[in-house]
């Protein structure tokens, strides 16, 4: 959730870390610092964004020779410059950034005042400063592991010392740190993201490591016993360099665009007309094995949970296996069942979500078979799954969730197929159920056409301050994720409902100043949706439709209408939330909020 940048060697180090923390920065944006190598070590950290950061340095700090910086997201004390990082040592002359938590971070707080220490911040992070400088003997490798060997919880650490010019220590306990080399500099981040324009060789520190950086590369060794391991030095995918907005005044806009291409990419190879079937080799399933599942339970957070949702529609519908769509935070607390034939599907775009990565551990530990469905195929939980069926959305920097969750989607729809194929459906209707996923595409294009009329809508309602969306079925999935869109780019209160519940009270809250988007699908329940719609026509409020096809179903006084074309009843959710989040963007972008960056949101959510 925070990001962590930090170069050693070059003429620009300081130019270098702000450039990639600006790369991080969908990550967590609360607050902001740097700390400039030299004697003695400079800090400067600020409230806000990278941007008040970079104006805060004068010409002369971007030419340091090693710097680390940090932006943050703010679990642990306010979004304050004080608990900004870089945090120092007590003499000022050890500088750390960190991600992930400190859990035992009280009792070593106490312990370290017991000893004379002082603490400027709230943050569980500043014990680490202090605790190194406790153990300092001259060597700043030997002196950062034994600190962090004393802390419980998952961290990224990157560590400069005034005593060793142009060395960057850095270690990683459960939180991705990745190193990246060039002639004569070396790099480190959180995210590959911030190096892709510096460097394609890259080596991502595993679990327990921790590493010597200077300017001619990096030393890795085990942080449990110094012990050096051989580095694995990997080439980051071309894709990863595409982090520009491409033209679009927001990343939101331009990823919601560029929908109709992910799905492309996430069908691509996967459709088997001959078999009549999905081909998904990631799910490391044999045909035998996949027939035993008994029970599918599909873990994940957010809009993550909302595709597990509208997933799990598909896979009853066609493969007849019971699904049961978690919430990963409560996953592991309350002791789950789990048969050997269960298979557990963990939702995740980024892979890096601690609830969800606690859900895979669970799961594995009680002998289930875990694939992760994600797009980042070398997080921690594509790393610990048994398998990963990746989503090939390419990188999602707006934080709201978009082109990852229509692939989720259409990810969950090849597995109902293949499930589905692998039990009683026949040829012939998963050959059209083929046939119209290679459609979706197109379907998608239709409705990205219709965003002249779905702005103005959404400039219509833009003074509203609660509204509710309603579906039935699998739309239901769909109208909780309209909501979710609204609420999280725009502040605006937005609740999503199954149709027929508003009765059963929030029905109390609507009047002609509560807009309701109902979600009608024609050919599936679309009568009954028709009658919710009338009730909360008769309390005043006003109705937005989003309509599969060119007809409601019956003849209602609802004028505002967003029409998307009519499908498959298993792929309008994908469908139709490209409405909706066109909806929700033009909304937060008519009331001036800050589209990508929304306030108090992180692109992954690392802690519980
Ligand atoms: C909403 C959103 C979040 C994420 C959630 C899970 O737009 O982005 O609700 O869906 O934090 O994240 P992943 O899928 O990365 O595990």
């Not at 004068?58 to 004080?82: N, Q, Y």
């Not at 999905?278 to 399933?285: D, F, Q, S």
Request: hydrophobic fraction near 40%; charge should be negative.
């Amino acid at each position: 959730m925070c990001g962590i940048a930090g170069c050693t060697g070059g003429l620009s180090a300081g130019a270098v870390v702000i450039a990639s923390l600006k790369r991080l920065e969908y990550r967590g944006y609360d607050s902001a610092g740097i700390t400039l190598g030299g004697s003695p070590l400079r800090t400067v950290k600020i409230s806000g964004k990278v941007c008040s950061l970079e104006r805060s340095l004068g010409p002369d700090d971007c030419l340091a020779t090693w710097a680390i910086a940090h932006t943050r997201w703010a679990t642990c004390g306010a979004p304050t410059a004080e608990n900004a990082h870089p945090h120092l040592s007590g003499d000022g002359r050890i500088s750390v950034v960190h991600n992930g938590i400190i859990e035992n971070f009280a009792e070593l707080r106490e312990e370290l005042t017991g000893s004379g220490h002082v603490f400027l911040s709230e943050t569980d992070s500043e014990v680490i400063p202090h605790l190194i400088e406790e153990y300092y003997d001259g060597d700043p490798l030997r002196s950062t592991a034994s600190a962090l060997r004393r802390l419980s919880g998952a961290f990224g650490v990157a560590a400069v010392f005034e005593r060793h010019p142009e060395t960057i220590i850095c270690a990683s306990v459960g939180s991705p740190v990745v190193i990246g080399l060039d002639d004569g500099r070396t790099f480190v981040a959180s995210d590959v993201q911030a190096l892709a324009p510096y460097t394609r060789r890259v080596i991502r520190l595993k679990d327990g490591e921790i590493a010597r950086l200077t300017p001619c590369g990096a030393e890795i060794f085990s942080l449990a016993d110094l012990r050096p391991i051989r580095p694995e030095i990997s080439d980051l995918p071309v894709e990863t360099s595409v982090a520009d907005k491409g033209g679009f005044e927001h990343f939101m806009l331009k990823e919601i665009m560029e929908q109709p291409e992910c799905c492309s990419n996430a069908l691509k190879g996967r459709l088997d007309f001959d078999r009549g079937t999905a081909v998904l080799p990631g799910l490391g399933l044999s045909p035998r094995e996949l027939a035993r599942v008994s029970r599918i339970l599909i873990a994940g957070c957010g809009s993550s949970i909302h595709a597990g949702l509208a997933g799990a529609y598909c896979i009853e519908g066609l493969a007849g296996i019971p699904v049961s769509v978690e919430q990963a935070s409560e996953f592991r607390y309350r002791n789950p069942v789990l048969e050997p034939e269960t298979l557990v599907i963990a939702l995740s775009q980024s892979g890096e979500t601690a609830d969800t990565v606690a859900a895979v551990r669970e799961a594995r530990s009680k002998g289930a078979w875990v694939t992760a469905v994600c797009n980042v195929e070398a997080s921690t939980i594509a790393r610990e799954a048994d398998s990963v069926i990746p989503l090939r959305a390419g990188p999602e920097l707006s934080v709201a969730a978009t082109k990852t969750f229509t692939s989720q989607l259409v990810v969950l729809y090849l597995l109902a197929l293949l499930a589905g194929r692998n039990r009683r459906l026949p040829f012939e209707t998963a050959s059209r159920l083929l046939r119209e996923a290679e459609e979706l595409p197109c379907l998608i294009r239709e409705v990205l056409d219709e965003a002249p009329a779905i702005k103005a809508l959404a400039e219509k309602y833009v003074r509203a301050e609660d509204m509710f969306y309603i579906g039935r079925g699998n739309l239901y999935p769909v109208a909780l994720e309209g909501a979710l869109k609204l609420k999280e780019i725009s502040y605006v209160h937005a609740e999503g409902y199954h149709a027929a519940e508003l009765k059963h009270g929030p029905i109390a809250l609507l009047d002609e100043l509560v807009p309701v988007v109902a979600l009608v699908n024609p050919e599936d329940e679309g009568e009954k949706v028709c009658g919710n719609i009338r009730e909360c026509l008769a309390r005043k409020a006003p109705v937005i439709a989003v309509v599969a096809g060119k007809d409601m179903p019956d003849a209602l006084p609802v004028r505002d209408i967003i029409r998307v074309p009519a499908c498959s009843r298993f792929l309008l959710p994908a469908v139709a939330a490209v409405a909706l989040q066109l909806f929700a963007y033009f909304f937060a972008r008519s009331r001036g909020c800050s589209v990508d960056q929304p306030r108090n949101l992180a692109k992954s959510v690392t802690v519980e």
